[in-house]
């Protein structure tokens, strides 16, 4: 938590994956700032795009109960990577889902890559 403030000055700064994905924990928990579920979403977001499994797990996490289908994507996008816990969740909210968007999603997320920059 007290390396809350250090990490997101250091996020501000330079790009990678692993400490916009702490960044985004700090605001999605309030460690050390204010919770801000918005800026938690912003910063997990650029940690996903860019292919960290823990935060794309995360991120589905946050959107879950405003959007099953982005949710769904992130879930399916780790659990091609075969993370922990990806496939399971993935599992779990397809079963609420239309089949015809759920397996769109499942077809994007195969051929999904990470951002590069």
Same mark, same amino acid.
């Given at each position: 938590?007290?390396?809350?403030?250090?990490?997101?000055?250091?996020?501000?700064?330079?790009?990678?994956?692993?400490?916009?994905?702490?960044?985004?924990?700090?605001?999605?928990?309030?460690?050390?700032?204010?919770?801000?579920?918005?800026?938690?979403?912003?910063?997990?977001?650029?940690?996903?795009?860019?292919?960290?499994? &823990?935060?794309?797990?995360?991120?589905?996490?946050?959107?879950?109960?405003? &959007?099953?289908?982005?949710?769904?994507?992130?879930?399916?996008?780790?659990?091609?990577?075969?993370?922990?816990?990806?496939?399971?969740?993935?599992?779990?909210?397809?079963?609420?889902?239309?089949?015809?968007?759920? &397996?769109?999603?499942?077809?994007?997320?195969?051929?999904?890559?990470?951002?590069?920059?």
């Amino acid at each position: 938590q007290a390396q809350c403030a250090q990490w997101i000055v250091e996020a501000q700064r330079a790009a990678g994956a692993e400490l916009h994905y702490r960044t985004g924990l700090c605001y999605w928990n309030g460690w050390g700032v204010p919770e801000d579920h918005v800026a938690a979403e912003a910063w997990l977001r650029k940690a996903a795009e860019r292919g960290h499994h &823990d935060a794309q797990l995360t991120l589905g996490d946050l959107v879950r109960f405003n &959007d099953m289908n982005e949710a769904y994507r992130w879930y399916a996008i780790a659990a091609q990577a075969n993370h922990p816990g990806a496939h399971i969740r993935r599992d779990r909210l397809g079963r609420l889902l239309d089949a015809a968007a759920r &397996d769109a999603i499942q077809r994007e997320a195969q051929t999904w890559r990470p951002r590069k920059d």
